[in-house]
């Protein structure tokens, strides 16, 4: 059974950066799917950023272009989200996510198996 664990959340002021860190073990996810989600308390969970299997494709929320980066290292069986320009609008828990299938790299959870425990995002000043 896969298992990730998240670090990197935290307490930022605006424009400031973080960077949210995503460990897997129990089986080898080098060919899967990545996604992070983010979720505030009464809003539904929504999609932030993916990566496909190879790490060679990735996909961000429109919310998050050009402030985000999603990325991959396979040797260390790690996922990453580099935030940058931090808005207050960015606080949430922030989730990974794992498609075993190793095909999906986009906004929709339900393709995902794998969860993460969330880690919170707080932008304030």
């Known amino acids: 059974q896969v298992q990730l664990a998240q670090s990197g959340g935290g307490l930022v002021q605006p424009g400031g950066s973080l960077r949210l860190s995503c460990a897997a073990s129990g089986r080898i996810f080098d060919d899967f799917g990545m996604g992070w989600f983010r979720q505030t308390p009464g809003k539904e969970r929504e999609f932030v950023a993916a990566?496909?299997?190879?790490?060679?494709?990735?996909h961000y929320a429109d919310s998050v272009k050009k402030r985000f980066t999603i990325s991959r290292d396979d040797g260390k069986n790690a996922v990453y989200l580099q935030m940058n320009s931090l808005k207050p609008e960015d606080t949430a828990v922030y989730y990974c996510a794992a498609d075993s299938g190793g095909t999906y790299y986009g906004p929709d959870m339900r393709e995902y198996e794998y969860w993460g425990q969330g880690t919170q995002v707080t932008v304030s000043s």
């Open positions: 990566i496909s299997g190879s790490g060679r494709s990735t």
